[in-house]
């Protein structure tokens, strides 16, 4: 696995300037990436490199993800998603 890689996306995805996708990539990053095969990671570069409201609504489902862009990584991301807001209540955050 490639550490650099892992790093930057990391980084990346807690550092996204919009805090809502900050609360949710970054975890999601710190806990799936290394899990990840190298075509999903390409993915998930893709989608960092969207517009943050854009890749916020289609977490959220806000708003249908292009096709492109509606990949089995941004299923996983739903799924992190609901799984932490299960966890820790509807009420805490996005």
Do not use: C
């Not at 249908?64 to 509807?90: K, M, N, Q, S, Y």
């Amino acid at each position: 696995m490639d550490e650099t890689r892992l790093k930057r996306l990391s980084y990346r995805a807690w550092r996204r300037g919009f805090r809502e996708a900050d609360l949710i990539l970054g975890p999601f990053a710190d806990s799936h990436a290394r899990n990840l095969t190298p075509p999903q990671l390409t993915a998930f570069e893709l989608l960092l490199e969207q517009p943050d409201p854009d890749l916020y609504a289609w977490i959220v489902g806000a708003a249908d993800a292009p096709a492109e862009f509606d990949t089995d990584v941004l299923a996983l991301i739903r799924a992190f998603r609901l799984h932490a807001r299960l966890v820790r209540g509807a009420d805490l955050g996005a």
